[in-house]
């Protein structure tokens, strides 16, 4: 079974400080991973997402995030948050030995960025 | 513009009623997923679909039904069996193979009153 650990509930950043958001996972095969965000009483929308080849993964807004394979984690990151990154962010999962597309999502981590 | 369109945005059940909302994609996807998710929980979901005229329960489904009559439309109804159905609903398209995204929609939000 596939599984997704999102550990922090929230994270509290300055602006202008960088921002990172942790996500571990657990697939049997290849992981593909995902990132999103949500806005209130808004859909999901993609960030960017790991298949294969390069671990640094860069994606919309300036976020990148950072797939290990050894540590089992991927990890999204911004070296400079705005005010306007503070939403909700989901880290999601399949496996590549799914026949179709399945995916695990996080509990999600609420982003607060601070004047 | 291509994308999922769920609708209404906002809608309100009386107790003992069935609903139905709606979610059409444009995005030619043969995949189809409804999610549910409460007030700072993740995503659980309910039902999801390969292809026309087949899907699947997933991890909620008590409760709720759908169909797949077209491609493009996989409309999710909540009966008066879902005791909680007070909630925001998100409708979801994706091609099947390999490491493809999942998008989103703007999501419907059911409450009982």
């Known amino acids: 079974a596939q599984s997704v650990a999102q550990p922090e509930d929230q994270v509290n950043v300055a602006e202008g400080n960088p921002l990172t958001v942790k996500c571990t996972y657990s697939?049997?095969?290849?992981?593909?991973l995902f990132w999103y965000v949500q806005y209130p009483n808004r859909g999901l929308q993609f960030l960017l997402k790991y298949i294969t080849g390069d671990n640094l993964v860069k994606g919309s807004y300036g976020f990148e995030a950072e797939f290990n394979k050894s540590q089992t984690s991927f990890h999204l990151k911004k070296p400079s948050a705005l005010v306007s990154d503070s939403a909700l962010y989901f880290c999601?999962?399949?496996?590549?030995?799914?026949?179709?597309?399945?995916?695990?999502f996080g509990a999600g981590t609420q982003v607060v960025v601070t004047p | 513009d291509g994308g999922i369109t769920q609708s209404p945005k906002y809608l309100f059940r009386k107790e003992g009623q069935n609903v139905t909302l709606s979610c059409e994609q444009n995005l030619n996807h043969d995949a189809m997923y409804w999610y549910r998710q409460d007030p700072g929980q993740g995503l659980r979901l309910i039902y999801y679909s390969q292809i026309v005229n087949d899907f699947q329960k997933g991890d909620i489904a008590e409760g709720y039904s759908v169909s797949r009559e077209k491609k493009e439309s996989f409309p999710l109804t909540v009966t008066s069996a879902q005791k909680n159905p007070t909630a925001f609903y998100l409708c979801?398209?994706?091609?099947?193979?390999?490491?493809?995204?999942?998008?989103f929609g703007e999501g419907s939000w059911l409450t009982v009153v």
């Open positions: 999601a999962v399949r496996s590549s030995t799914d026949s179709w597309g399945k995916f695990q």
């Open positions: 979801a398209s994706s091609t099947p193979e390999g490491g493809n995204t999942i998008y």
């Open positions: 697939v049997s095969g290849n992981p593909y």
